[in-house]
């Protein structure tokens, strides 16, 4: 049976084995309760060594991550972001007084320039990398970053599974106990996530998503350096990705093979290359609501990563990364879908 597209994942069970993916990653490596928590446990730790607290930072990124900065006390330099493959308009004139950099391979799919990378790192600038999008492509991390973060709860069933790498040496900051109220709503909400599978109701699921984004605003206002819990740490230390790497990939293909790039869906990124697994499919879109709306029609749910956030307060400077916000939409094509599912998927688009 096909199954719809576009869901929140039920909780993923821990495998038997033990595993390196994560810890093999740098010096110490810490599981922390979200993404956002292990970036912000990365600033801490280096806000101390940093000069002027001044972060220099992608023009089309999530709220969250900005919100981390903020929080640590770094005033936003931004550089803007091109659409075409989403490669960041870093410049150097831009880099005076920076003392932290802030990168990100969008989807999957790393397209920075790592000679002005090179040139950060001669000038002692600290370059946090964020690996949400990247953290199963074997370019997903930049070899001479000083700290990865991370978000595992974007790829899989999983309560915490936010991830803060300092590759080199030890984290000077303690992580703070994990917050019971969150990890609550986050296992109830794939509770309700697993009965709607079941059951095919769909006040599960409306359930779900009312639960999740509970918990997700709270965390939006009383996130912290906390850590992950155990249960999640299990589900990290034991996580051989190798199949989820292969499927994702084999999917993204099976789209892009279906597809007649139109107006209405341009893929980002229109050809897979061998070190890339994607985290969604991803694709500009002229008139994104009706876009948004026909998939809906045929059970396929999008979303758009992100909303404009409201710390890009001098957008008008930035047109490329505002087309990006106007116009990106994304659609889920992990391990869950079957090659079916993606051929569907890929005619749909191709109907758009
Ligand atoms: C690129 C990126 N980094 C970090 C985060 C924060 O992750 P989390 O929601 O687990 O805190 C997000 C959240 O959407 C994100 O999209």
Redesign the pocket.
């Known amino acids: 049976m096909r199954m719809r597209i576009g869901s929140m994942f039920t909780l993923q069970e821990p495998s038997q084995c033990s595993s390196s993916y994560f810890t093999a990653l740098g010096a110490d490596v810490q599981s922390f309760l979200?993404?956002?928590?292990a970036?912000y446990a990365c600033l801490l730790d280096c806000a101390n060594a940093s000069r002027p607290k001044l972060a220099y930072v992608p023009a089309y990124?999530?709220e969250?991550?900005l919100s981390s900065y903020e929080k640590a006390g770094y005033a936003l330099r931004f550089y803007d972001v091109d659409q075409a493959e989403l490669k960041p308009i870093f410049k150097y004139e831009d880099l005076a007084d920076v003392s932290v950099l802030n990168l990100?391979g969008y989807y999957g799919f790393s397209r920075y320039d790592k000679a002005f990378l090179e040139v950060c790192r001669q000038n002692g600038i600290t370059i946090i990398q964020?690996t949400?999008?990247s953290l199963f492509s074997q370019d997903g991390h930049y070899p001479n970053a000083d700290y990865y973060a991370g978000?595992v709860?974007?790829w899989l069933g999983i309560a915490s599974?936010?991830v803060a790498v300092k590759r080199k040496e030890s984290f000077s900051v303690e992580p703070l106990k994990a917050d019971e109220e969150h990890l609550m709503g986050r296992y109830k909400a794939m509770e309700y996530q697993k009965l709607a599978n079941k059951s095919g109701n769909d006040t599960y699921a409306e359930q779900a998503s009312s639960i999740f984004w509970e918990t997700e605003m709270r965390l939006r206002h009383m996130f912290d350096a906390f850590a992950g819990d155990e249960k999640s740490k299990t589900i990290l230390n034991s996580l051989d990705p190798t199949h989820m790497i292969e499927k994702r990939r084999e999917n993204y293909q099976t789209v892009l093979n279906a597809l007649t790039p139109s107006p209405q869906c341009q893929p980002i990124f229109k050809s897979l290359d061998e070190a890339t697994c994607p985290s969604h499919f991803t694709f500009y879109s002229e008139d994104r609501q009706r876009a948004q709306q026909q998939l809906e029609r045929q059970s396929i749910k999008s979303t758009v990563?992100?909303p404009l956030p409201p710390m890009l307060t001098n957008k008008e400077q930035f047109p490329h990364a505002l087309w990006i916000y106007d116009h990106v939409m994304s659609i889920q094509i992990d391990q869950r879908y079957s090659k079916e599912d993606m051929e569907y998927l890929g005619k749909a688009l191709a109907g758009l």
Not at 34 to 37: F, K, N, T, V, W
């Open positions: 979200s993404g956002r928590c970036l990124t999530c969250t991550v990100c964020d949400t999008h978000s709860r974007k599974g936010g990563y992100w």
